[in-house]
């Protein structure tokens, strides 16, 4: 799972807008690179031979010390393995990486796709939309798209983290975001060679994140003199969304996921998704958002606030039901035909993270958890909820999807039943403790 983040009451520690929790965005070293875990060390395949398009292993691995790795190993037959005293996720190896981007050695596919899984992934397509489409530092921004099923389709909003001033965008001063979008995952619901999957046999759009703006953003917004954030997440969202209704026209079933901030907007899409198919059966699944409260902290100073620029998404939201939870609540009187879904753990680290950053009130995690669900639920909507137990954050998009239980329902089965429009019940754990 996730990184635990730093402690936002510890003024020593850093609070990054992507904090450690999305280091599988820093971890996939940009498309070109396939990582894999094996035996306590990441394994970037590739060789050690140079490469007709330019990447050359060796060379990147000596333009990374040359750039402050200085214990950045040698590439061998089988890639470059790093040991675990390289932190990936630091500001220093992302800026030698990006320097050194140029001679990142290439997968070999012909060694890497030997199993069902990695014969699903390569079937991926990257498709650049161009455009006003950025990520937060202005680099080119790039989604995927996976065409198996023409009528049940998947747009899934990755997540990231999110900043809405300098001191959550750059607190140690230095702009250093990530200039690469995340791959798609291949685990949990990305894993399409398992059986257990109940999207298996879905076609999919995957939207990666890289604005800090829950993928509602389309702003330029300076910060500091030295600080200029390109928060463009819902130019980069609906452009996902315009590929997906020209590729899949027919579609008749078409699931909104969100991970972590990208299930922030999961409803707002999914209503975007039903104006472009009126006739289809939309669910709306979010994954680790469930806590996020109607305050002003998160309604005025982030979501409605001008860093982000949110006029455009919120076009269809009135100005009474600005807030994140709300955010169903006006989906639903748009769409009332919309299945919605959450799942969260009960004290997910994460989310008190992001509570406490924005100066709201995290003592008690699940009842804000709680509260947001009975006021969505108070407004007529029927918000089919999962609540585990736990600090962890996300999993979805995690082998852990296929595991977690509660009582007697697996949530693998409820999400399948729910998607089929089978009856389910809430699940809420009664032992609720982290750990």
């Not at 590929?243 to 008749?252: G, K, N, S, V």
């Not at 939309?282 to 994954?287: C, F, H, N």
């Not at 620029?309 to 919309?338: C, F, K, N, W």
Request: glycine share 8%; hydrophobic share 40%; aromatic share 8%.
């Amino acid at each position: 799972m996730d990184e635990k983040p730093p402690d936002p009451s510890h003024d020593d520690e850093p609070k990054r807008w992507a904090p450690p929790f999305s280091g599988r965005v820093a971890a996939a070293i940009a498309v070109v690179l396939a990582l894999l875990l094996a035996g306590g060390a990441y394994v970037l395949t590739g060789g050690n031979d140079s490469a007709a398009d330019g990447s050359d292993p060796l060379a990147f691995a000596q333009c990374m010390r040359d750039n402050g790795i200085a214990d950045f190993p040698e590439p061998n037959a089988d890639g470059i393995a790093l040991p675990e005293s390289i932190d990936m996720d630091s500001p220093k190896f992302q800026a030698a990486e990006k320097a050194c981007e140029d001679l990142m050695p290439v997968p070999d596919h012909t060694e890497a796709n030997e199993s069902d899984a990695s014969d699903s992934a390569s079937a991926w397509e990257k498709v650049v939309p161009g455009g006003d489409c950025e990520c937060a530092d202005g680099s080119e921004y790039s989604f995927y798209a996976r065409e198996a099923s023409t009528e049940k389709v998947v747009l899934f909003l990755d997540g990231g983290g999110g900043c809405w001033s300098a001191a959550t965008c750059a607190p140690d001063g230095t702009n250093d975001y990530q200039t690469t979008v995340e791959t798609p995952s291949g685990s949990g619901v990305l894993d399409f060679a398992d059986e257990r999957n109940p999207f298996a046999d879905y076609s999919m759009v995957f939207v990666p994140y890289c604005t800090g703006d829950v993928h509602l953003g389309n702003a330029v917004t300076e910060y500091t003199s030295d600080l200029t954030v390109h928060h463009k997440g819902y130019v980069n969202g609906t452009a996902a969304l315009d590929h997906l209704a020209d590729t899949f026209p027919d579609a008749e079933e078409i699931v909104v996921i969100g991970a972590s901030a990208g299930s922030v907007s999961a409803p707002l899409y999914a209503g975007m998704v039903a104006d472009r198919f009126p006739d289809a059966e939309i669910t709306s699944i979010a994954d680790s958002s469930g806590a996020y409260p109607d305050a002003p902290e998160f309604n005025d100073d982030i979501l409605t606030a001008s860093g982000w620029g949110t006029t455009d998404a919120l076009s269809t939201v009135t100005s009474d039901l600005r807030s994140m939870p709300e955010l169903y609540i006006s989906a639903a009187q748009r769409h009332p035909d919309i299945t919605f879904a959450r799942f969260d753990h009960a004290y997910d680290e994460v989310q008190a993270y992001f509570v406490l950053l924005a100066a709201a009130s995290a003592d008690d995690l699940l009842a804000l958890i709680d509260a947001n669900e009975t006021q969505i639920e108070e407004a007529g909507v029927n918000l089919l909820s999962y609540t585990a137990p736990g600090d962890q954050h996300v999993v979805l998009d995690d082998d852990a999807f296929f595991d977690e239980t509660v009582g007697a329902t697996a949530l693998v089965d409820w999400v399948a039943d729910v998607v089929e429009g089978s009856p389910v019940e809430d699940v809420h754990c009664t032992d609720c403790t982290a750990g």
